[in-house]
């Protein structure tokens, strides 16, 4: 049953891919102004269907998912569910979060994660509707050295493997731990070089590149078209460089935006970890300056 399903789910994968070469629809994708559901997830705990009516209203028609690890359901939902639910409010779901699962949880593994259950995880992504699967992060005691970062790499390779199966594209989303060195090497370059390039992309977030002193642009120029998912983010003038909305800081979206196309991108997703106030307030001023500024 399992098979038969990803064999469909491939030939439907196959068939979009088609279709996603026109260079309308590729416009089109760009213009849709994406949320990740972090920003608003306390609200998303306890009510994810009037959170996401509330998100679609202010204009969103993208989200990204946060939370799946754990019960391997979305939001408390099953994917059918979950993605019925997103359907009622013209939202699309094309990218969610994921984790890799090497740290346990309360001493245990955490299933739906890349080195735990991952094959279920793909199933139900391809049921949600996802094009993209992210490992959203690596917890502290997930880093560690050089030739441990080698190891994550091939683990992406083989999650991408099975991602590649179903469709779907594995990426790997940045903070800026990624760009303390060691032994004269970044262990972001490290995850990039040891990465297939056609199975394992980036989704660049655009705050914690610019937190770990890196240039943006630069990586693009370096790296063309492995960074299809951008998380649009600002940093505020305060010597903090906190999170803010967007436009507000000192992230130049209009400069970056330029080469959109030399990075792959294809879908970004607003991000703000913490709002001074009602995240609503927060999402909408970032909206608005999307809407008129880079779309």
Not at 124 to 151: F, I, P, Q, W
Not at 164 to 181: P, R, S, T, V
Not at 201 to 227: C, S, V
Request: hydrophobic share 35%; with cysteine.
């Amino acid at each position: 049953m399992i098979n038969s399903r990803r064999t469909f789910l491939k030939n439907s994968a196959l068939l979009s891919a088609g279709v996603l070469l026109s260079p309308h629809l590729f416009a089109h994708e760009k213009k849709h102004i994406g949320l990740q559901l972090y920003t608003v997830r306390d609200y998303m705990q306890k009510d994810p269907a009037s959170t996401l009516a509330k998100v679609a209203k202010v204009g969103y028609t993208s989200v990204e998912g946060a939370t799946y690890t754990g019960n391997e359901m979305f939001y408390g939902m099953t994917p059918q569910a979950f993605a019925s639910l997103l359907k009622q409010n013209g939202l699309i779901m094309p990218s969610s979060h994921f984790r890799l699962g090497e740290e346990q949880v309360n001493g245990a593994s955490q299933k739906g994660t890349i080195l735990n259950d991952w094959e279920r995880a793909v199933d139900d992504a391809a049921t949600v509707g996802l094009k993209y699967m992210v490992c959203a992060y690596l917890s502290a005691a997930e880093r560690g050295n050089l030739d441990h970062y080698k190891k994550i790499a091939d683990d992406f390779n083989k999650a991408g493997e099975t991602c590649k199966k179903a469709g779907i594209q594995l990426c790997y989303h940045n903070h800026d731990f990624e760009f303390i060195q060691e032994d004269g090497k970044y262990p972001y370059d490290i995850l990039l070089t040891n990465t297939d390039k056609n199975l394992v992309k980036m989704e660049m977030d655009l705050y914690w590149i610019t937190k770990a002193k890196q240039n943006p642009i630069a990586l693009i120029n370096k790296h063309p078209g492995r960074f299809p998912l951008w998380h649009v983010k600002d940093m505020d003038k305060t010597t903090d460089r906190m999170f803010t909305e967007v436009g507000n800081g000192i992230i130049d979206f209009k400069k970056i935006f330029k080469h959109a196309d030399q990075a792959g991108l294809k879908y970004f997703f607003v991000e703000q970890d913490k709002c001074p106030g009602d995240p609503y307030d927060s999402i909408t001023q970032s909206y608005k300056y999307i809407k008129a500024n880079l779309v």
